[in-house]
């Protein structure tokens, strides 16, 4: 049986069984979009409430520490379920999605978010799952949990702009091919080692997709975790917190009045700073 089929089954079985994650996806019928023309592309807006958990996530190292670590296996719900690979990751419905399929590949072990020990792992799970785009969050780049390693995945029609096209004079994205895994992760070393500016993990945004018999990573180099807007107050602020899937062109709102009034200048403002 292949993985997936593992992971149709998976969601199937959670979508009968997880009120949440039931909930949450019925939910996704019914979550409103609007869509500005940048050109060559377009950029969506979604209003997406349940995604307020992640967008509204407090990062910092104090409020980790006070945390129980959500993606430990004894701290999930007793409803969630999981498919092992390759022995030390954990594959899991994520019950707060923003596409049809969303998963989260979790590390077993309670490790920081640091990609440069699982560059291979992400290039496996993108040859694995030719249907899902598998994208990384750097620890200060949108992840809700930069304690405690993982991937995401989505399906990947999910995505109107393809992750290999450029956007140019909005979206900044650096874009490495090859059907050798070895030589990727080298030439991804060598981009990595040029966007490091101190002993931190540089700040970015990863998505993986095999197709073709090759691999495509693509890299959003980032300046900024979060927009001013973020943390302005009244009428100015703008709840939104940009990880991997704003960057393709998707920017998530869980604020129904946010939704309401961000423009094309706000959404080009955003994508600046960050």
Same mark, same amino acid.
């Given at each position: 049986m292949s993985m997936q089929t593992d992971i149709e089954q998976l969601f199937e079985q959670q979508l009968q069984s997880w009120p949440l994650a039931v909930e949450n996806y019925a939910a996704l019928k019914n979550i409103r979009i609007k869509s500005f023309d940048f050109g060559a592309y377009k950029i969506k807006v979604q209003f997406n409430p349940a995604r307020v958990v992640s967008t509204a996530a407090k990062t910092d190292k104090k409020s980790i520490e006070k945390r129980p670590c959500f993606l430990c296996a004894a701290n999930r719900p007793k409803e969630q379920q999981e498919i092992e690979f390759k022995g030390k990751y954990d594959i899991l419905v994520n019950p707060f999605p923003i596409c049809d399929k969303h998963l989260t590949i979790a590390l077993k072990e309670h490790q920081p978010q640091e990609i440069l020990p699982y560059v291979e792992d992400m290039l496996d799970l993108a040859y694995e799952l030719p249907e899902y785009l598998i994208l990384y969050n750097g620890p200060q780049s949108g992840a809700s949990a930069p304690d405690h390693f993982h991937f995401q995945a989505g399906n990947i029609d999910f995505f109107d702009n393809q992750i290999d096209i450029f956007q140019e004079g909005l979206i900044e994205k650096e874009l490495i091919v090859s059907d050798d895994k070895k030589l990727l992760?080298?030439?991804?070393?060598?981009?990595?080692?040029?966007?490091? +500016?101190?002993?931190?993990?540089?700040?970015?945004?990863?998505?993986?997709?095999?197709?073709?018999?090759?691999?495509?990573?693509?890299?959003?180099?980032?300046?900024?975790?979060?927009?001013?807007?973020?943390?302005?107050?009244?009428?100015?602020?703008?709840?939104? +917190?940009?990880?991997?899937?704003?960057?393709t062109g998707v920017l998530i709102v869980p604020r129904e009045e946010d939704f309401n009034k961000i423009t094309k200048e706000d959404i080009q403002d955003i994508f600046k700073q960050v």
């Open positions: 992760e080298k030439q991804f070393i060598q981009l990595y080692k040029e966007l490091q +500016s101190s002993d931190e993990e540089p700040m970015m945004n990863l998505f993986c997709q095999y197709k073709a018999g090759k691999w495509e990573l693509t890299v959003y180099p980032r300046k900024k975790h979060r927009p001013e807007q973020y943390y302005d107050e009244g009428i100015r602020q703008i709840m939104i +917190s940009p990880g991997a899937i704003d960057m």
